[in-house]
């Protein structure tokens, strides 16, 4: 008996423009943005716990408002996403709202530190929908997500996740994204490491960043 869901998930290659999406997102605010900007929606029910396959190997899960106030059954649902695939770049969208807001941090920490994804806030659907978009569009141009580098290739998701550091605005995503292969990587450098690639100000607010995070963080929480 091959499980249906890998079947899927391992052998979708999707063209160009194209989403796998879950059954549960068709009648969404979020689809009929998604259609309005020229992305052609699949539809598919046995995608496990993810919510969106995009092309380039990205799975997408979304967590919205209403799953973060309801309490911490997210949690177990985002370690399932992430033990689910290995060959997968795995992105998170998550709501960050004025009810949302109290719960963000941590729940940032919790999916960036202790689970090891990408995380990227949204407002909400439109704004996710948006995001989709650019990443879809942006898979098959000639663009400055798509140089190579140490056999990698700069994806608009990984550059996008490390625009969300305070401080670092696009080109220096890149350069970053450049000179580290991961986001994990970037947490790992001292300001030292950093400082030539990024300048003192910014070494200094990155660093920063991830120390204070880590310090702060709950570890383990499921």
């Keep these: 008996n091959m499980d249906p869901k890998a079947d899927v998930l391992e052998n979708s290659d999707l063209p160009y423009g194209h989403i796998l999406c879950h059954e549960k997102w068709r009648t969404s605010s979020l689809l009929q943005a998604l259609k309005d900007g020229g992305v052609k929606i699949l539809f598919e029910k046995e995608l496990g716990v993810t919510d969106f396959h995009l092309p380039s190997q990205t799975r997408l899960l979304y967590v919205s408002e209403c799953d973060i106030i309801a309490g911490n059954g997210y949690k177990r649902k985002l370690v399932r996403y992430r033990n689910a695939s290995s060959s997968f770049q795995e992105l998170v969208l998550v709501e960050r709202t004025q009810?949302?807001?109290?719960?963000?941090?941590?729940?940032?920490?919790?999916?960036?530190?202790?689970?090891?994804?990408?995380?990227?806030?949204?407002?909400?659907?439109?704004?996710?929908?948006?995001?989709?978009?650019?990443?879809?569009?942006?898979?098959?141009?000639?663009?400055?997500?798509?140089?190579?580098?140490?056999?990698?290739?700069?994806?608009?998701?990984?550059?996008?996740?490390?625009?969300?550091?305070?401080?670092?605005?696009?080109?220096?995503?890149?350069?970053?994204?450049?000179?580290?292969?991961?986001?994990?990587?970037?947490?790992?450098?001292?300001?030292?490491?950093?400082?030539?690639?990024?300048?003192?100000?910014?070494?200094?607010?990155?660093?920063?960043?991830?120390?204070?995070?880590?310090?702060?963080?709950?570890?383990?929480?499921?």
């Design 99 to 222: 009810l949302s807001e109290q719960y963000f941090s941590a729940l940032q920490r919790f999916v960036v530190f202790d689970l090891g994804l990408s995380l990227l806030p949204v407002s909400g659907q439109t704004e996710a929908s948006q995001l989709i978009t650019q990443i879809v569009h942006g898979e098959g141009r000639d663009n400055p997500f798509r140089r190579k580098t140490s056999g990698q290739l700069l994806d608009s998701v990984t550059v996008i996740s490390v625009q969300q550091i305070p401080g670092v605005g696009r080109v220096k995503a890149l350069t970053l994204m450049q000179n580290f292969s991961s986001l994990k990587e970037i947490s790992n450098a001292s300001p030292a490491e950093l400082e030539p690639i990024v300048g003192e100000g910014s070494a200094q607010q990155i660093h920063s960043f991830f120390h204070r995070n880590l310090i702060t963080g709950h570890w383990g929480i499921i």
